[in-house]
């Protein structure tokens, strides 16, 4: 057996003025051998594709595997490029090929509102309907229900952070194989639950979400021929009339099987859904300031702050107050300025430079901050990522400066890229737990760390493209009777 492997994925946030290039998705773009040597033994997608083809001596077609993130629409070019590439890939070897493995993110869109469905569906188009694809999507993919007609077997993550993301990859394989080899008939449904939440609501080990979880797990082990139910959170930020939760559910021959399991859980999480979206548990940027200064241990772990707004990782909105506060330790980890950066770079370590940081995303992402900084470490740095999530996959921040502003330390980097872990100290010789605040902007994968290595966790709201108050937000596509937002 031969399968092909390929991905093209990026969560996008439909709102945000600066569109995701070809360019951008180049930067990680990994392909032929190369893609193999980078992703095996990873915790990632395709690193479980992998596994699972050399656990069953399958040879491997390495395609194309391509990621941009959490970012703006991606351009038409990009989506066109990829579509291009991934199907001449497959049609070259047409006939030496048993089928297609392919990780795909779900909340895909570009700027003409073409969505991850029509990727499948002009894939589809070009290769036919006889090759046999299996795709894995995250769990914040607005899944169209028409997928489950395009696609032989697919499924999603089940954590958030997703720390289970090699586990997917390998489960999509495994369904796949098991479909061409002739053991599985899988037959999968997509039902879709009307509610859409903000990505700080999605964490899968925070109550009530937690036990919806586990009753997912609890049904595929009634043994009745269920073989996988998920439940896929969808992503708020992409305005799309598909959005908000589905729910995955593939049954071995008897569609009747999934098809009540989703019912089911769709009525669960429905009538969960208050408890869903605590939104009282936001605090504003001066009463999460404020508990933040009370909730510090002098000899304790950091606490952090959670600006969970910010989707581009350049709001200046709660830095500029950390620079306000005297004689606290503050770290603001993987700030993205490009420019900033790249200034600084030009610069001795240990020299003074006066730079203005921030803000470059949109205009809600707030004012740029100028400041006079020294310069404590610069380079361009790559490494394999640690912690738990994406473990092992390659990580290159582009230039980087880290720099300081009275008793704030602020990594400025050119690769946007989230902070999630404990990367950005260990990788440069600081420790964590010597700082008081740590400023984050990740939405629920930092947990997989920080829920044990900080003081207390402050989720505060500003005015950037990713709120926690859905309400604020411009929805035009969205279908209507979506809680909390139609
Ligand atoms: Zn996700």
Redesign the pocket.
Known sequence: MRLAIAGFNL?SVTFLPNPTTLNDFEVLAKRGQDLVDSFSGTNTVPGGFIAECNAHKIDMLPLVYSEAGAAALATDEAFDHYLREISEGILKEKTALDGVLLGL?GALVTNSFKTDFDFIFELRKKIGDRMPIGVSF???GNLDPKLAELVDVMSA?RE?P?VDMGATGQRVAKLLIGKIKGILEPKTIIKKVPITLP?IFTATQVSPLSEIMSHARNKERENNGLLDCCVVMG?AYADVPQIGISILATAQTDITIAQKAADEMALLIWNQRQSLYPKHTIYSVTSGLAEAQDSIKPSGKPVVILEHADRMNDSTYVLRELLELPGIKSAAPYFWDPQAAQKALTKPVGSTIKLSIGGNSSKKAGDPISVSAEIIWSGEPSFSMGGVMGKGRPVSLGPTAIIQVNTVLIWLISANVSAINLDPFEQFGFDHKDFDIVLLRSKT?FRAIWETESEKIIIVDTPDWGPGLLDTLPYQNARKGVFPIT
């Open positions: 969560e993110h995250d769990l914040h993550y958030s997703h990505s992503f994968h």
